[in-house]
């Protein structure tokens, strides 16, 4: 509905319509979306829930929701050129909509949580289970008319500042020639994204005069730098829309090569998310991670890991891990954390004997969200307590 209500806003001028429209996206961003771009905090009904209803284990985060933030937020983009609608789309793309398919292509998740206890893995009927087709068949649909129009939401043209300027919004290998700038244009990308951060474009074809090349930078990339054709290592400095754009009078054969910093992170939530109070979760580039059971040593529980705040990552690139293909898992030092009852309740008095946690040094592996959930059932969790949080 709202990439429609977009669609009438552009075709008629109505200024109105699309400021409401871009007040709701910013609502439903701020206060109702999971960190993975998931949607959907309550599957009864189906419904968005209240603000900052967000908890990891029960929410909906519905496969077909993803793919309808994705066409709304590629509306948005059309019409105002803010980075930010291309930002959530990269997000929701990555994360929520590709963790809906399996890694063999052969089941979906018509719910996307971002935990499953370990007595939830083997329930019956559990929608947080993939399976091959629903009695309510949207959501494979979804999937394959999404992916079948990715190209579409690669690049954008625009007059910026009265010279004519290509976007590129997202980056994943491709080629691309089209008519531009009253001539024709052609670009080659080559990269490995989201894996590694270097980022390669080639003009193939330019248009006489110069024009602008807009490549976005994500907010999370901290030290990005560019290889242009007059300059190599430069730091970028993106504009006030996140991009960083490059005017000359490009010729075939020109390169610019972006470097995106990769760099793990811990991320916290919002205070008003009850759900998620204490808790941190991972991210590395634009791929949020969770910790799976099967990736656990020395009997370590995925529900009694703990991160420190200064956690560190080691990364651990594979060309093929087994169910999952390729992929970057994650391996930091954190601890098992374990605490007593007080008079067989799962609560302990403040300042009591039994207040006082017990831990032991483990180390954990965390794996890309969207590749969980093909080695076996187990518990997973994305969200992970902070020791002392």
């Known amino acids: 509905m709202e990439a429609g209500v977009v669609d009438v ?53 519905e496969t077909c929701a993803s793919a309808a933030s994705i066409q709304w937020s590629w509306r948005l983009l059309l019409a ?18 590709a963790a809906a398919r399996s890694a063999d292509g052969r089941t979906y998740y018509k719910g996307n949580p971002l935990q499953r206890r370990p007595d939830h893995a083997e329930a ?67 990269t490995e994204y989201p894996w590694r951060g270097r980022v390669e474009i080639t003009v193939t074809e330019a248009p006489g005069g110069p024009w602008a090349l807009a490549l976005r930078v994500p907010p999370w ?11 190599k290592g430069v730091e970028v400095t993106a ?35 009850d759900a998620l109070r204490g808790c941190a979760a991972v991210e590395r580039g634009p791929l949020v991670y969770c910790f799976e059971q099967t990736d656990q040593e020395d009997g370590a529980a995925v529900d009694d890991l703990a991160l420190p705040p200064d956690a560190v990552f080691e990364e651990v690139a594979h060309d093929d891990l087994d169910g999952v293909g390729p992929t970057v898992t994650l391996r930091t030092r954190a601890a098992v954390v374990t605490g007593a009852h007080e008079a067989g309740l799962p609560y302990r008095t403040l300042g009591s004997a039994a207040a006082a946690d ?24 994305v969200w992970t307590p902070l020791l002392g949080g």
């Open 9 to 61: 806003a552009v075709e008629t001028g109505d200024a109105a319509l699309l400021a409401a429209s871009a007040h709701r996206w910013q609502d439903m961003v701020a206060t109702r979306t999971s960190l993975t771009g998931g949607l959907g905090s309550r599957q009864v009904g189906e419904v968005f829930g209240e603000r900052y209803e967000l908890p990891p284990d029960l929410s909906y985060n």
């Open 80 to 97: 105002t050129g803010e980075s930010r609608y291309a930002e959530l789309i990269e997000r929701t793309l990555y994360n929520a909509f």
């Open 124 to 190: 019956v009927g559990d929608p947080r289970c993939r399976d091959e087709w629903f009695f309510s068949a949207c959501c494979p649909p979804a999937v394959t008319r999404l992916v079948g129009s990715l190209e579409h939401y690669a690049v954008t043209t625009s007059e910026q500042a009265g010279a004519p300027t290509l976007h590129l919004h997202q980056y994943a290998p491709l080629t691309l020639s089209g008519p531009f700038a009253g001539g024709r244009v052609g670009l080659r990308i080559e």
């Open 221 to 231: 990339s901290v030290r990005t730098r560019w290889d242009t054709p007059d300059e």
């Open 239 to 273: 504009d006030e829309q996140g991009r960083a754009v490059l005017h000359r009078a490009w010729r075939p054969g020109d390169t610019v090569v972006l470097h995106l910093d990769l760099t793990p992170r811990l991320t916290l939530p919002h205070p008003r998310i």
């Open 358 to 381: 017990t831990d032991r040094p483990v180390t954990a592996t965390a794996v890309p969200y969207f590749q969980w959930d093909n080695r076996g059932d187990g518990a997973m969790r």
